[in-house]
């Protein structure tokens, strides 16, 4: 099957009790047992499983080519049952561009619990040969990253990582659909599917999917059940629901991208502007690669740091000022301001999240704050 077609039905069926088409949202905790004391139909409490958060882990596992997924209440929790799944002493090797949350995670909890963490700028392959030892078990990777869109050759440093007897994460949440981890030799996947995959932002949530069943993927399923961190069945169903035309979206999102970063590249007050699918774009040869379209994430400098930044962040009308990415509706952030004191992010970067609108308005919108 096509992407569009499993993107519709991976994890649906009609409700055999009822025919309903649209599948009902299961909120209760609990489930009745059997008179022998078994549970034939597959449900004890919802905490081990509920039927919506099984058909989200089928549908996203069916999407991404995997074996297995385990659904959690973030992705920042999806993310810890990774981390918490090694055991002390073990080593992982992260970008240094990795999501600003789950290096936090890695230095402010992990290491106090006995994780080894190194952060190598993994676009350099020699540098991420140098910095695998005998205890890394695990390589995190991320691309595009944030907030400057750098590109990491999945294949290559996954072929590095797995010589060295290591295994691969790729975070995918910036480029679901658009780039397919597995086929370029991750073990696992991330998404934030507060993002993307639930596309609205009305919806947090995060989610493991294995490329095959083994045992690391064992221990992530027991932490999602031991731990607790799990989603909430309606949290599920929307989540799934947004899953249906993410392939349709990807679309939508990569061409108004590529059509607002046309504008922004011929802007005389645009000192810089970050995007994969500019020819200029340092990663752009392996984004090509490895990317069927280069996603709905940008950003630019403007000329004169960061007074004329906030400028424009408080002079348009259809993007929002907010954080956070994947919706429908365009956003707008100075990230250096959000992410504070430490932040790497040139104070005149402006991050976009470019959403469904029509391109030509979001273009005007911008024209007329970098005019102000
Ligand atoms: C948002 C995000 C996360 C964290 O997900 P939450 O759902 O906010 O916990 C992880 N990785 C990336 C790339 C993200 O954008």
């Known amino acids: 099957m096509k992407i569009e077609t499993l993107a519709v039905h991976a994890g649906q069926r009609v409700d055999p009790a009822t025919g309903a088409v649209s599948a009902p949202i299961h909120l209760s905790t609990t489930f009745e047992r059997d008179v022998e004391g078994t549970y034939s139909r597959g449900f004890m409490y919802t ?24 659904a959690f209440a973030s992705g920042t929790s999806a993310t810890g049952a990774i981390f918490q799944a090694l055991a002390p002493g073990d080593h992982v090797l992260a970008h240094v561009d990795a999501y600003y949350g789950t ?4 230095r402010e909890i992990f290491l106090r ?30 691309t595009p990253s944030n907030p400057l869109l750098k590109i990491v050759d999945l ?40 993002k993307y995959f639930g596309g ?6 995060g989610i493991v999917v294995a490329k095959s069943d083994g ?3 064992q221990r992530i399923r027991n932490i999602q ?17 947004g899953m249906r035309t993410l392939p349709w979206r990807m679309r939508a999102h990569s061409q108004n991208a590529a059509k607002v970063t046309e504008f922004l590249a011929a802007h005389r007050k645009v000192e810089r502007l970050h995007y994969p699918g500019l020819q200029a774009h340092p990663g752009h040869k392996i984004a090509q690669k490895q990317m069927s379209m280069f996603g709905g994430m940008l950003s630019f400098e403007v000329k004169g740091g960061r007074d004329p930044a906030m400028k424009v962040t408080t ?23 959000i992410e504070g004191p430490g932040t790497t992010s040139p104070e005149g970067l402006i991050r976009l999240s470019i959403g469904l609108e029509n391109a030509d308005d979001l273009i005007e919108d911008l024209d007329q704050a970098l005019r102000l």
Request: charged share 20%; net charge negative; glycine share 8%.
């Open 47 to 70: 905490r081990n499983n509920n039927p919506n958060r099984q058909a989200l882990e089928e549908g996203i596992s069916a999407l991404e080519g995997g074996a297995s997924a385990a």
């Open 103 to 106: 290096s936090r995670l890695l």
């Open 113 to 142: 619990w006995g994780l080894q963490a190194d952060f190598i700028d993994m676009s350099d392959l020699a540098a991420v040969k140098k910095a695998l030892g005998p205890k890394t078990k695990l390589a995190w990777m991320e």
């Open 155 to 194: 294949a290559e440093v996954a072929k590095i990582v797995h010589d060295a007897g290591a295994l691969c994460v790729c975070d995918n949440t910036w480029a679901p659909i658009l780039q397919r981890p597995f086929d370029l030799g991750a073990d696992f996947i991330l998404h934030s599917t507060t």
């Open 200 to 205: 609205h932002c009305d919806v947090l949530g």
């Open 215 to 217: 045992d690391l993927f």
């Open 225 to 241: 059940y031991e731990g607790g961190a799990v989603p909430s069945p309606f949290d599920c169903w929307l989540i799934l629901r």
């Open 315 to 337: 002079s348009t009308k259809i993007f929002t000022r907010a954080t956070s990415l994947g919706g429908v509706e365009s956003l707008i952030e100075h990230r250096a301001s």
